[in-house]
Structure formats: structure tokens, C-alpha cells
């Protein structure tokens, strides 16, 4: 009888060395699932850059430095300033890779 083993690892890290017979990804595009020869069925999360990375890496780069958010420290910015642009950096990345996976699940 099968059993089902979950699993946080990244996408690369997916197969071992016994045989797998059947792979699917969920409808949502979160979860990888494999079927393998020694009765057990694995879940796999996948991580969303992963996705962005493999169908939208150049769109979604051009899209980052566009921004300016990403840009060095400038010499005119205080610290302050300058985490705060940080943070709107990494909320605008989050932002953005909704955006991908959304356009992404619309494919459908």
C-alpha cells in the first residue's frame, strides 16, 4: 500500500534513486507529486522564484531594475533612507512574483 511522504525540499533536490513512474504538478503550480516504483507518493513544494526563474526570468529582471528600487546606496540617501528603500524593494519583489504566478495560474 502506498503512503505519502511531504517534503519542503527545492525543486533539485526532487528524485532519489529508486524509479519513478508517474509526476504531476498541482492545478495551483505549488506542489510537484511523483509516483515511485517502491510504493510511495511524494509531495513536493515548489518554490515560486524557482517557477518566475524557469518562465519570466528576463521579463521579471527587467522588471526589478526598472524600478530603482534595487539600485547600490546612493550618496545623497541617510541610512534610514536607505533600509526603508530596502523594504520597498523586497515588498515590491513579493509584489511582482504574485503577479508571475498569477499570470502563471491564468495559462491555464
Known amino acids: 500500500m502506498p503512503y505519502i511522504r511531504s517534503s519542503k525540499n527545492k525543486l533539485m ?3 532519489r534513486q529508486t524509479a519513478v513512474n508517474d509526476i504531476d504538478i498541482s492545478a495551483d503550480n505549488k506542489y510537484i507529486i ?3 516504483s517502491d510504493n510511495t507518493i511524494n509531495v513536493w513544494e515548489i518554490n515560486p522564484e524557482i517557477v518566475i526563474e524557469f518562465y519570466f526570468a528576463e521579463e ?3 522588471e526589478l531594475e526598472s524600478s530603482g528600487l534595487f539600485d547600490s ?3 545623497s540617501e541617510t541610512r534610514a533612507e536607505y533600509k526603508e528603500r530596502q523594504l520597498k524593494a ?3 519583489k513579493l ?3 504574485r503577479k ?3 499570470r502563471l495560474n491564468s495559462s491555464d
Do not use: D, P, R
Open 100 to 102: 508571475y504566478i498569477n
Open 34 to 36: 511523483s509516483g515511485s
Open 73 to 75: 546606496k546612493k550618496a
Open 13 to 15: 533536490k526532487v528524485f
Open 90 to 92: 523586497e515588498n515590491f
Open 60 to 62: 521579471f529582471q527587467k
Open 95 to 97: 509584489e511582482l512574483s
